[in-house]
């Protein structure tokens, strides 16, 4: 019986785990078995004695197209959990309006890429343009688009199909892990034909657009498959190599001019069909090399079996969404599930299926533990991204750890944004030391605790490009605004954290003198506060306040400059997620904390900064600075404001919507909060381990954990009224902390909030 569950996974799923709920697929009635995972290591138990009810669909609350609209920057295309592929329609390219490539309001479409970042602020990816079409093949370069009714467009997890109007053309996309698959049905069948565009991607200019690609070759091996190499940089220097295979032979192909600065090549495939006929596309994708593609290829899509893969991805989802039963509406059901779908998009498996990757330097190698993963958007993903996925996904922790520690070791520091196995620089500080420390913290030991130290130790005191001037931090004890080309306080304020993190995992591992050096650095954040202005204000490397200072101007190192990141002082001053106590007392104590903490969210913030949105006050909920100060009142007893603040947020800044995201997802960080906070607690400290109450806002959710265990948090009495948390409950006895841990959580229980309409 076993042999027989492990069979099943792994034809399925690979080596994702198998759930409770996918036992319904076996067709067994009762048993009590574990499950093992294609590694041969037992993951979860289930002693579940019957399992003969129906099967969730979760994938049926999951609506791809929240946040496709204003600056959500989410894309609706098929993708697989934590895939390298991301094949999805594209209606732009030009400007931080398209960073996925598409918005919803949008009426045409220029065909269909292979991969795409999901909610973030920057152009990069979006590989490999193809577009069919019928009619005159030979246009100018952008005249093989066309319009679309939002009738025929639909989007669920790992299948995307629209109409196009002009070529009678309908598509559909699914996906693999490192594979795509495109189904098009030609509705009149005169010339019909595909576009395939390499010079294309997201670019932040016109200019860009036509210069990206430094170098293009293709080859048609045969009738039927070509393949061929791409180097383009936008955000990183980018390698991919493909191999594209169509289920009918190309009987004329041929290449468009191209303009003097471009160098992608564009080629139009023509097919012999019959109206009503189909075209299939494979398009498998690989860092290494071409016969790295055609192994991916071989290992994922060896047939044209559209359905088939279609429904192997609607379960793979299913068994990733089916580890938290919601109880709610299905409105709240779908905002939730869409969260969870969003947050584990990515990080990406770019590694080709025997776990060769091309890395920072350019090598081909093989990753520690069989798998590479990159797009790691670490100033968002570290504040709970991260720490949802060390609860809802711990089997893929270690290879997080491990790839981050890889790359570390090539670069010589931790990611700080991480895109395609290379670094792009964006953002400030390193917080690839958080997610180790917390991962070290939380007990996974699937990586080498030395080295992933070692890299945290050299990420932290040896100097590298743009960012990190240590000889100046550890001089001054911050960052000196006239000695720091930007973003000055935001750059020691999360510098801090990450010192307070290393020293976490430094004590942690008994290195005494290496957990007190990067300790004392732990506090460098009381060398920033301005007691007479009460916020954390830019120094001079002389020790004197920069003037003149206005609190709610934003600073951004993109446009603006400043000394904040995508943010101000009403917003950074709260930035201190390791020692609230030690900044509560920097302002004198609770009460006037508090009260300059209410100034936060009455005094409203003028600002047309794109990155600063979902503003309550001067709160801005749509980045992520800010997304731990609301549970900061939680944690200065007054945890009445927080669930007011909490419910306040779910009712302005999410919904079902495509408007429904009030800013970039990020990579899953905005719904990570969402889910956290939906729960009732939410990580203000994440190495800590521990989740700080808030308030529930669903009645209840079952926690599927590892090992057959389950957690169940229910919200009793919750209302519309109900908003506040009389009393809570851990396995029936009386619980009067105001956390809960994330080693209580994981040991499986019970937690229940009485709630009520009373402060």
Same mark, same amino acid.
């Given at each position: 019986m076993q042999k027989e569950v492990v069979h099943i996974c792994c034809k399925l799923y690979g080596n994702s785990f198998c759930y409770p709920h996918f036992i319904n697929l076996i067709h067994e009635k009762t048993f009590c078995i574990s499950l093992y995972s294609c590694t041969g290591k037992r993951v979860y138990s289930c002693s579940t004695a019957k399992q003969d009810t129906p099967q969730t669909d979760y994938t049926q609350y999951v609506d791809p197209f929240i946040g496709a609209a204003d600056n959500g920057h989410?894309?609706?295309?098929? =993708?697989?959990?934590? @895939?390298? &592929?991301?094949?999805? !329609?594209? %209606? #732009?390219?030009?400007?931080?309006?398209?960073?996925?490539?598409?918005?919803?309001?949008?009426?045409?479409?220029?065909?269909?890429?292979?991969?795409?970042?999901?909610?973030?602020? =920057?152009?990069?990816? @979006?590989? &490999?343009?193809?577009? !069919?079409? %019928? #009619?005159?093949?030979?246009?100018?370069?952008?005249?093989?688009?066309?319009?679309?009714?939002?009738?025929?467009?639909?989007?669920?997890p790992g299948y995307y199909t629209v109409t196009l109007d002009q070529a009678k053309v309908k598509a559909e996309l699914t996906a693999t892990t490192h594979a795509a698959l495109h189904r098009y049905t030609y509705e009149q069948a005169d010339s019909a034909s595909i576009l395939i565009d390499l010079q294309h991607g997201p670019a932040w200019n016109e200019k860009q657009y036509h210069s990206q690609v430094n170098s293009c070759e293709v080859n048609w091996e045969n009738d039927s498959t070509l393949t061929g190499h791409v180097n383009n940089k936008v955000w990183v220097d980018q390698d991919y190599y493909f191999v594209m295979q169509f289920s009918r032979p190309v009987i004329d192909h041929f290449e468009l001019p191209m303009a003097e600065i471009e160098k992608g090549k564009r080629l139009v495939a023509s097919f012999n069909i019959q109206p009503g006929e189909e075209v299939l596309m494979k398009v498998a994708l690989s860092t290494t090399g071409v016969e790295g593609a055609k192994a991916n290829m071989a290992a994922e899509v060896p047939e044209w079996d559209f359905e088939g893969i279609r429904t192997a991805a609607k379960a793979d989802w299913n068994s990733y969404l089916s580890r938290i039963e919601v109880e709610g509406t299905d409105e709240e059901k779908t905002n939730f599930y869409t969260s969870f779908y969003h947050a584990l998009i990515q990080p990406n498996e770019i590694s080709d299926v025997d776990g060769r990757y091309r890395n920072a330097a350019d090598?081909?190698?093989?990753?520690?533990?069989?798998?590479?993963?990159?797009?790691?958007?670490?100033?968002?993903?570290?504040?709970?991204?991260?720490?949802?996925?060390?609860?809802?996904?711990?089997?893929?922790?270690?290879?997080?750890?491990?790839?981050?520690?890889?790359?570390?070791?090539?670069?010589?520091?931790?990611?700080?944004?991480?895109l395609w196995g290379k670094e792009n620089f964006c953002m400030v500080a390193n917080h690839g030391v958080s997610v180790v420390a917390e991962a070290y913290a939380k007990g996974f030991r699937g990586f080498d605790a030395e080295r992933a130290f070692n890299a945290i130790k050299q990420t932290q005191t040896v100097s590298h490009p743009l960012k990190s001037n240590w000889e100046n931090y550890m001089k001054y004890g911050y960052f000196p605004t006239d000695l720091t080309e930007a973003e000055s306080v935001s750059s020691t304020l999360e510098s801090v954290y990450d010192d307070y993190a290393a020293a976490d995992m430094a004590k942690r591992m008994g290195k005494t003198e290496d957990a007190a050096y990067f300790a004392r650095r732990a506090d460098f954040y009381k060398n920033l506060f301005d007691?007479?202005?009460?916020?954390?204000?830019?120094?001079?490397?002389?020790?004197?306040?920069?003037?003149?200072?206005?609190?709610?101007?934003?600073?951004?190192?993109?446009?603006?400059?400043?000394?904040?990141?995508?943010?101000?002082a009403w917003q950074y001053t709260w930035h201190v997620q390791h020692d609230v106590p030690g900044l509560i007392a920097l302002f004198g104590g609770e009460e006037p904390f508090l009260n300059k903490l209410d100034s936060?969210?009455?005094?409203?913030?003028?600002?047309?900064?794109?990155?600063?949105?979902?503003?309550?006050?001067?709160?801005?909920?749509?980045?992520?600075?800010?997304?731990?100060?609301?549970?900061?009142?939680?944690?200065?007893?007054?945890?009445?404001?927080t669930q007011e603040l909490i419910r306040e947020i779910f009712d302005t800044q999410y919904s079902p919507k495509p408007n429904g995201l009030c800013g970039n997802d990020d990579c899953g960080q905005m719904s990570a909060w969402y889910m956290f906070s939906a729960m009732g607690f939410y990580p203000v400290?994440?190495?800590?381990?521990?989740?700080?109450?808030?308030?529930?806002?669903?009645?209840?959710?079952?926690?599927?954990?590892?090992?057959?265990?389950?957690?169940?948090?229910?919200?009793?009495?919750?209302?519309?009224?109900?908003?506040?948390?009389?009393?809570?409950?851990?396995?029936?006895?009386?619980?009067?902390?105001?956390?809960?841990?994330?080693?209580?959580?994981?040991?499986?229980?019970?937690?229940?909030?009485?709630?009520?309409?009373?402060?």
């Open positions: 989410t894309f609706p295309g098929a =993708c697989r959990p934590f @895939g390298m &592929i991301q094949t999805s !329609p594209v %209606t #732009g390219a030009v400007g931080w309006r398209y960073c996925s490539e598409y918005m919803y309001a949008d009426s045409i479409i220029w065909g269909f890429t292979q991969t795409h970042l999901n909610g973030t602020g =920057c152009m990069d990816l @979006g590989d &490999i343009l193809v577009m !069919p079409f %019928t #009619g005159e093949r030979h246009r100018t370069w952008d005249a093989y688009r066309s319009s679309f009714s939002k009738t025929s467009e639909n989007a669920t090598s081909v190698v093989n990753a520690t533990g069989g798998k590479f993963y990159s797009t790691f958007s670490l100033w968002d993903t570290y504040r709970a991204a991260h720490p949802f996925y060390t609860l809802m996904v711990p089997e893929r922790v270690d290879g997080f750890i491990n790839s981050l520690v890889d790359q570390a070791e090539v670069q010589g520091y931790l990611p700080i944004w991480g007691s007479s202005t009460q916020f954390m204000r830019p120094k001079k490397s002389d020790g004197t306040w920069k003037s003149p200072f206005n609190p709610s101007q934003i600073g951004h190192a993109e446009s603006v400059g400043g000394d904040y990141t995508e943010g101000n936060l969210f009455t005094l409203k913030l003028e600002t047309t900064q794109a990155d600063v949105t979902g503003l309550i006050g001067q709160y801005a909920h749509g980045n992520e600075p800010s997304h731990h100060v609301t549970y900061l009142y939680a944690l200065a007893g007054r945890p009445e404001r400290n994440p190495v800590s381990g521990e989740y700080v109450f808030g308030a529930p806002q669903l009645p209840e959710f079952v926690l599927h954990l590892a090992d057959g265990k389950t957690f169940t948090i229910k919200a009793e009495g919750l209302s519309e009224a109900n908003k506040y948390v009389k009393s809570i409950t851990l396995n029936g006895e009386p619980y009067t902390k105001n956390f809960i841990s994330h080693a209580d959580i994981v040991k499986g229980g019970t937690l229940v909030y009485q709630m009520t309409d009373k402060k």
